[in-house]
């Protein structure tokens, strides 16, 4: 089940006290404010792109989102704190350590971020470049360990022609930062140019962040990076034993 929900404002507290009305903004505001720095802006009018194999990967990687959630549409937003949320059950059975439905687990840093339309401009999608680290999986044998890959998933800010943005974004899922480090799950069931982050996990010394709310991640919030790596590469031990068992 999906759920559209449009904000508008920042949340607020109220309460009186001796004939006054005190204001605070909760935590949960501050967290809002920091998911949405998170989030990189594509112009609804952006300009075709002109170079013939530039455009042509442009429109390779747009045509995982032409069906997607279709949040975006050519309404001008009317200030500047306008959300467009999709409440959705996907994402809520993504499992903690998708190993099965990856293509390729790395750990690395991101470089850069950008933000694009798809072909039909109904969706908004995040890219981001990734400098490889460490390569934990890739059942296709065409990444090189010194190189990077391209990695998105739906969301973004869209900025409009009268200047304003609007956030388009789903629920459980938050974004990568640029300058961070990560562990990332992906796939790439289109074969296009873009890897797809089916989970990720920013690697922190106060504690990991998990870039998809599903409700087994939930409970991997914070904690200790190495006693996460340890868990992934005992996964991806099992699961490499129990291949080599089937085969037999």
Known sequence: MAVLVATSAALMVSFRTEGQTTKIQPDIEQKR???????????????EEQDIARRARRQLAGKRYQNAGGLV??????????????????YLSVPAI??????????????EAAAHLS???????????????????????????????????????VEYKNGLRRLH??????????GGKYILFLRNREKGPNYEIINGYELKDGGVI??????????????????LLSKVRKALSEASQSRSEKQN
């Not at 404010?33 to 300009?47: M, Q």
């Not at 991640?217 to 904690?223: D, K, Q």
């Open 33 to 47: 404010r920091e998911l949405r720095k998170r989030f990189p802006t594509a112009r609804y009018d952006e300009p």
């Open 73 to 90: 549409d050519s309404t001008l937003p009317m200030w500047e704190d306008e959300e467009r949320v999709l409440q959705t059950d996907e």
């Open 98 to 111: 998708p190993v099965k439905e990856s293509e390729l687990i790395l750990i690395g840093k991101v470089l």
């Open 119 to 157: 072909n039909n401009k109904k969706t908004v999608y995040s890219e981001f470049t990734v400098q490889i680290d460490e390569i934990l999986r890739d059942t296709t044998g065409n990444i090189k360990k010194e190189g990077s890959v391209t990695v998105d998933r739906e969301g973004g800010f």
């Open 169 to 178: 974004r789903i629920a459980a899922l938050s974004m990568p930062q640029v």
């Open 210 to 227: 998990n870039l998809t709310a599903s409700t087994e991640t939930r409970s991997y919030f914070g904690m200790d990076q190495t006693v």
